[in-house]
Antibody, heavy 117, light 111 residues
Framework: QVQLQESGPGLVKPSETLSLTCTVS????????WSWIRQPAGKGLEWIGR???????NYNPSLKSRVTMSVDTSKNQFSLKLSSVTAADTAVYYC???????????WGQGTLVTVSS | QSALTQPPSASGSPGQSVTISCTGT?????????VSWYQQHPGKAPKLMIY???KRPSGVPDRFSGSKSGNTASLTVSGLQAEDEADYYC???????????FGTGTKVTVL
């Protein structure tokens, strides 16, 4: 059974960079797309971007200038960096596996990141 | 690319059926048979309930069914149970060079 686990600081200061890592266990990270999705409190899901195990990426245009994703196949991990954060970036951040096109079949439990000084 | 449109809320009594719509465009919902649906209970991660418009992953009850007509997809929950009370989100593939898109979300209440 594939499992995903997000890790990273729960508190980030405004203007700094949010950094999260997703560790995949129970299966190989290879040959799949992997996504980051976030959800502000009380609001809907927002797609941040996706990365293939080759390193190819697609980002949400509204976040593209601030987002960087990377993958480390040797560690079965992929990562998210979001720069110049503001309070509007406060959300639960999920990592997920892209199964068939347009579907996310495995999700991490989510990690709350709060942007505050 | 805009979020897919869902009604904010839907409700039904135990044993009844409820149907949630998800409206997009010909560039996403209408252009591909890759619509998926997710159930999210408070404080939990979303769970895949339907993929490829109407297919259920292993372990999802057959009370959950999906369909699509034109640019609108639908999720029907038959025989409503208390544990079906949750938020539901749709998602659609929108082409290999497009980013992902989710629906606005629907809160289902079991009366």
């Amino acid at each position: 059974q594939v499992q995903l686990q997000e890790s990273g600081p729960g508190l980030v200061k405004p203007s700094e960079t949010l950094s999260l890592t997703c560790t995949v266990s129970g299966g190989s990270i290879s040959s799949y797309y992997w996504s980051w999705i976030r959800q502000p409190a009380g609001k809907g899901l927002e797609w941040i971007g996706r990365i293939y195990t080759s390193g190819s990426t697609n980002y949400n245009p509204s976040l593209k200038s601030r987002v960087t994703m990377s993958v480390d196949t040797s560690k079965n991990q992929f990562s998210l960096k979001l720069s110049s954060v503001t309070a509007a970036d406060t959300a639960v951040y999920y990592c997920a596996r892209v199964g068939l096109p347009g579907s996310y079949d495995y999700w991490g439990q989510g990690t709350l990141v709060t942007v505050s000084s | 690319q805009s979020a897919l449109t869902q009604p904010p809320s839907a409700s039904g009594s135990p044993g009844q059926s409820v149907t949630i719509s998800c409206t997009g465009t010909s560039s996403d919902v209408g252009g591909y048979n890759y619509v998926s649906w997710y159930q999210q209970h408070p404080g939990k991660a979303p769970k895949l309930m339907i993929y490829e418009v109407s297919k259920r992953p292993s372990g999802v009850p057959d009370r959950f069914s999906g369909s699509k007509s034109g640019n609108t997809a639908s999720l029907t929950v038959s025989g409503l149970q208390a544990e079906d009370e949750a938020d539901y989100y749709c998602s659609s593939y929108a082409g290999s060079n497009n980013f992902g898109v989710f629906g606005t979300g629907t809160k289902v209440t079991v009366l």
